[in-house]
Nanobody, 125 residues
Framework: QVQLVESGGGLVQAGGSLRLSCAGS????????IAWFRQAPGKAREFVAA????????YYADSMKGRFTISRDNAKNTVYLQMNSLKPEDTAVYYC??????????????????WGQGTQVTVSS
């Protein structure tokens, strides 16, 4: 199995930045797709970004392009989500997720097998 631990959430003013981390243990991320999802109260879980470990290919929800960047550090077995120009509507619990790579629909939450516990991001106006 892969164990995922998110960190880096917190309170930030609108227009500010945060960097979230997703650290993996149990196995390396090699051969996996790693993604970030978010969920606000009363709303469905929403795709944010994904990265295919082996190739480094990245994918973003249209609303995140230009503001959020997903990246990886092989040595630390960690995925990051850099979030800039944050807005109050970005407030949510952010989750890291992983699944073995086979292609397919990387943007669907139901495709992912392993999930972290989430980290709260709150953006004040």
């Amino acid at each position: 199995q892969v164990q995922l631990v998110e960190s880096g959430g917190g309170l930030v003013q609108a227009g500010g930045s945060l960097r979230l981390s997703c650290a993996g243990s149990g196995r390396t991320f090699s051969g996996y797709t790693i993604a970030w999802f978010r969920q606000a109260p009363g709303k469905a879980r929403e795709f944010v970004a994904a990265i295919t470990w082996s190739s480094g290919s990245t994918y973003y929800a249209d609303s995140m392009k230009g503001r959020f960047t997903i990246s990886r550090d092989n040595a630390k077995n960690t995925v990051y989500l850099q979030m800039n120009s944050l807005k109050p509507e970005d407030t949510a619990v952010y989750y890291c997720a992983a699944r073995p790579y086979y292609g397919g629909r990387y943007y669907l939450a139901k495709e992912y097998t392993y999930w972290g516990q989430g980290t709260q991001v709150t953006v004040s106006s």
